[in-house]
């Protein structure tokens, strides 16, 4: 099945993630999804979380899915795709399947970074074969836009609302990707929907790798973010170009930055376009502002110097 | 979709019919709607990848028209076209109209 | 050749799930389960099974890795205790919904809080609307017994449902009794081949697992649900039959001791049963017409057979190794419901006894037995539940 990553032929593989689904227009998420099963060369079983995909992707009697899938619950996704790929091994050593089947999980990030931490840490750390994504939009969506720990310093969420008392989140988003990576797990890495060839290389140099792997891709969400219902692809270029969102894989501890902008923008330029920043404008929030453009410098400073150093 | 009497139901929720979803048409949902300008596409198939909706036909490597029955009119296509020579190859046109 | 062995309840569970080599195990430890996973993973590591055993970081994780692994499409289980059993509540739901022939060994311990370790049924009966199977075993012997009638009907194609199978914590899982082992192939044989239903590792034909149900349906799943319950007391009485022959013992719905022409009755689950059919014979043998009905299928229950045998008493007593906070015991309820339904009925009460461990002796059976011969005299009850064995 090794189809080149060049989109004309990708165009020709049959659609594993079809239409009907109920996510909004212009969702991030079912863009991660497709890019995902695009780039893959073997059958994959996936797992979600609950979440906006979850429910969207599956639901009555509807399943936008063509592979097989699973949901159970919300902090369980790793355990489940575990506990399939567990069968898999004992039915495969009893001689009972013969195909090479991949396990995957699509999970939002409140399944991943906040109620969903421990069963991935003990999946990745028991070494099952199967590869974790997050698809990081920032917030609990599908509940209405509430505030998880990957929501970005200073957002307005529901429940960390930018109010007069407090400006939104006043806390750092949490570094799952850098935490997946001293599981010592053989690859670890960030993509953006953005950059489709980094994050289709990406997911096949996973996927040939034996063991626990972790991707953590940004989709945004122009609910939660009160963005336009046409620029996830943009917003995902603005991440990655302002540093906000960086590309990079970590593959056998060593640190590699697979995308260096040309120009690295100023986070505002990320945030501007957001209404969950809008108060980020306002004179009184400058520090916090600034503090944001620290914060993505400190970890794009930090990730030049392991890059450079292992590299 | 008629809804099932209990004794019709498959045991556990299983969905046995894949990618089912393709009988839920969202097209629906659109306020705007994407038009295709055949002389200003490239055929580089961005509409294709970035399409939340798998809205956007392609056979051979080729795009053809949209597929209305799905599309919400989000817009993507429309903002990341290339075009050529400065004039985009979608455009987004208020639905109704 | 059958083997006959001292051997704890954990140590038979144990054996009984060598012999049934399931494909896959979730394991984590908890008192006083944790010897029964960890004989099982001793046979694991000395290749005496195939199973791949996943030593999960939780019991939840436990849970939810046994419901992937079954999904998947081959013979899963686990074992668990107390608060294990509490943390993974939400994924038996999960589980029965879903239609997943899991087999799973509860150890049965106290609930928190306070912390105890010790035997009481509190958390399986906290499960007991989780729309499992449960199976209630008095000693090693029926432990082993129940586990490997259980994945016989758990996998029946009219079923398709996850079994616990109930066992005293410390007082059977650590107690050495005498214990009738099987022979390994008339165990293989019994429990056959597995069946999967819809596997998810067949990727020829995907499906998917787990959707979001809304108002318009979610009833009637439910009612799909409640209609295979009703089908399990026979496939209970069926492969209890099927048992009989390759092991000579034989199993129902429930153990009736000395009942058939008693005045009053006992009804207690598990051990303590046990301890009370001596105090019966007592009784019996001082002209007191005394009798007592052990239950072993506890869910679903079997109201009318239960309503049956107990009908005719003139006093009876349930005792409950759990309590409902706020109401009467959960087996008490369950009786009386289905003694509601008869025309004549006993007086009834309810103790509840040894909590947390709390030894429940001769003297207690003793004590509760004199107390319905007053009531069977008086046809009066004066207090319906009680708390017996407690210092006051």
New interface residues.
């Given amino acids: 099945m090794a189809v080149t990553l060049k989109?004309?032929?990708?165009?020709?593989k049959e659609?594993l993630?079809?239409?009907?689904?109920?996510?909004?227009?212009?969702?991030?998420?079912?863009?991660v999804v497709?890019?995902v099963l695009i780039a893959s060369e073997h059958?994959i079983?996936a797992?979600s979380s609950t979440g906006c995909l979850?429910?969207s992707?599956?639901?009555?009697?509807?399943?936008?899915?063509?592979?097989?899938?699973?949901?159970?619950?919300f902090?369980?996704a790793a355990?489940?795709?575990?506990?399939?790929?567990?069968?898999?091994?004992?039915?495969r050593?009893?001689g009972k399947?013969n195909?090479e089947?991949k396990f995957v999980t699509f999970c939002g990030d409140g399944g991943t970074y906040d109620i969903g931490i421990?069963?991935l840490?003990?999946a990745m750390?028991?070494g099952h074969d199967m590869l974790y994504i997050c698809y990081d939009n920032g917030a609990y969506m599908n509940t209405g836009i509430q505030r998880s720990s990957a929501t970005p310093l200073g957002a307005d969420t529901t429940t960390c609302p930018a109010g007069s008392s407090i400006p939104g989140k006043t806390q750092e988003r949490k570094n799952l990707t850098r935490i997946m990576a001293a599981h010592d797990i053989p690859y670890a890495a960030q993509a953006s929907?953005s950059n489709?060839l980094d994050l289709m290389k990406k997911v096949r140099k996973a996927l040939s790798i034996k063991g626990p792997k972790f991707m953590n891709i940004l989709a945004p969400c122009n609910r939660g973010w009160r963005s336009?219902?046409?620029?996830?692809?943009?917003l995902s270029r603005l991440a990655v170009n302002t540093c906000f969102w960086p590309l990079y894989e970590v593959e056998d501890g060593v640190t590699k930055i697979t995308f260096k902008p040309k120009e690295k923008k100023p986070v505002a330029d990320f945030l501007k376009p957001q209404g969950r920043f809008k108060h980020l404008f306002s004179p009184e929030n400058e520090w916090l502002l600034k503090q944001s453009q620290e914060g993505v410098d400190k970890e794009w400073e930090r990730l030049q110097r392991e890059s450079s150093q292992q590299g | 979709?008629k809804l099932?009497g209990w004794r019709e139901l498959t045991p556990g929720a299983v969905?046995l019919?894949?990618?089912?979803?393709?009988?839920?048409?969202?097209g629906s949902?659109?306020a705007f709607k994407p038009v295709w300008i055949k002389e200003n596409c490239i055929q580089?198939?961005?509409c294709?990848?970035?399409c939340?909706?798998?809205?956007i036909k392609?056979k051979?490597?080729?795009?053809e028209e949209f597929?209305y029955?799905?599309c919400?009119?989000?817009?993507?296509c429309?903002?990341?076209c290339p075009g050529k020579k400065g004039q985009k190859a979608i455009v987004?046109v208020e639905e109704g109209r | 050749m059958a083997r006959i062995v001292a051997a704890t309840g954990n140590e038979a569970v144990a054996e009984a799930l060598r012999q049934i080599n399931p494909?896959?195990c979730?394991a984590y430890p908890i008192t006083p389960q944790t010897d029964m996973m960890q004989r099982f993973a001793s046979f694991v590591s000395n290749g005496k099974v195939?199973?791949?055993l996943?030593?999960?970081?939780?019991e939840?994780?436990a849970m939810?890795?046994?419901?992937?692994?079954?999904?998947?499409?081959?013979r899963?289980a686990t074992a668990t205790s107390s608060q294990g059993l509490a943390l993974m509540w939400?994924?038996l739901f999960?589980a029965s919904g879903?239609r997943l022939p899991i087999i799973m060994p509860v150890v049965n311990r106290a609930l928190s809080a306070p912390l105890n370790i010790h035997g009481d049924h509190s958390d399986a009966m906290g499960a007991r609307d989780s729309g499992w199977i449960q199976l209630w075993s008095e000693n090693g012997q029926e432990a082993y017994d129940n586990t490997i009638q259980a994945f016989r009907i758990a996998e029946h194609m009219d079923i398709r449902l996850p079994v616990m199978i109930c066992l005293d914590g410390f007082i059977i899982s650590h107690s050495i009794e005498r214990v009738e082992y099987i022979e390994d192939n008339d165990v293989k044989n019994f429990v056959g081949e597995y069946k999967p239903l819809y596997p998810?590792?067949?990727?020829h034909n995907?499906?998917?697992?787990?959707?979001?149900?809304?108002p318009?349906?979610y009833h009637e799943y439910k009612r799909a649900q409640h209609e295979v319950m009703t089908k399990v007391k026979d496939v209970v009485l069926h492969v209890a039959q099927e048992f009989e022959k390759i092991s000579g013992r034989k199993y129902g719905l429930f153990e009736t001791y000395r009942l058939e022409d008693a005045e009053i009755g006992l009804v207690i689950l598990n051990s303590a049963a046990g301890t009370s059919k001596d105090v019966v014979d007592e009784f019996r043998e001082r002209g007191i017409k005394a009798g007592l009905l052990k239950p072993r299928l506890f869910r679903p229950f079997p109201y009318e057979e239960v309503g049956d045998a107990l009908k005719h008493l003139k006093a009876l007593c349930v005792l409950d190794r759990a309590d409902s906070f706020g109401a009467y015991g959960p087996v008490f309820a369950e009786v009386s419901s289905a003694l509601y339904q008869m025309r004549e009925r006993p007086q009834m009460i309810n103790k509840i006894y040894g909590l947390g461990g709390r030894d429940f002796l001769p003297q207690h059976a003793e004590q509760v037995l004199s107390e319905l011969v007053e009531i069977a005299k008086t046809d009066k009850v004066q207090i319906v539940k009680e708390y017996i064995g407690v210092r006051e």
């Fill in positions: 989109l004309k032929e990708l165009s020709k659609d993630f079809t239409h009907g689904h109920r996510m909004c227009a212009g969702c991030g998420a079912p863009i497709k890019m059958p079983i797992c979850e429910v992707s599956c639901i009555s009697l509807y399943t936008s899915w063509k592979i097989p899938w699973i949901h159970s619950a902090e369980n355990a489940t795709i575990a506990g399939v790929e567990t069968m898999y091994r004992a039915l050593k009893k399947i195909e089947i421990q069963s840490s003990g750390e028991r929907i489709w336009r219902t046409d620029d996830a692809i943009m | 979709m099932k969905i019919e894949a990618g089912n979803s393709a009988e839920f048409k969202t949902w659109r580089c198939l961005f294709w990848l970035y939340p909706d798998m809205a392609v051979d490597g080729k795009r597929d029955d799905y919400k009119g989000c817009g993507i429309a903002l990341e987004m | 494909d896959v979730a195939d199973t791949e996943i030593l999960v970081e939780s939840h994780s939810s890795a046994c419901i992937g692994a079954s999904a998947g499409g081959g899963v939400e994924m999960i879903t998810l590792l067949d990727i995907p499906k998917s697992f787990g959707p979001l149900i809304l318009d349906l």
